[in-house]
């Protein structure tokens, strides 16, 4: 039963699949609890930490999780990608 890959190559390429799996798992769990953040029609999460009630451009802090779950979502797909391509 040999391996797939040997040497050093496939030793780093299995080092940065794993360091990949954990940032994967990371901005999985970051984007769920930003996209609940988020307020809603009425209202969301975000009301607790004092969100919510402003006028119809939101606050700076709902402009910066805005911002936060774009760049969250931006790396959670970027990892997606390059473990479809390097697993398949």
């Known amino acids: 039963m040999g391996r797939a890959r040997v040497g050093s190559a496939g ?3 299995g080092m940065l699949n794993a360091t990949v799996i954990v940032i994967h798992l990371l901005a999985s769990l970051f984007l ?4 609940l953040l988020h307020s809603g029609k009425g209202s969301g999460l975000s009301d607790m930490f004092g969100g919510g009630g402003g006028l119809s451009g939101g606050t700076s802090i709902e ?3 805005d911002r936060i779950t774009i760049a969250t979502a931006i790396i959670f797909g970027l990892t997606t990608f390059w473990l479809a391509w390097k697993w398949t």
């Open 63 to 65: 402009r910066n999780l």
């Open 11 to 13: 030793i780093m390429l």
């Open 32 to 35: 769920i609890i930003f996209v």
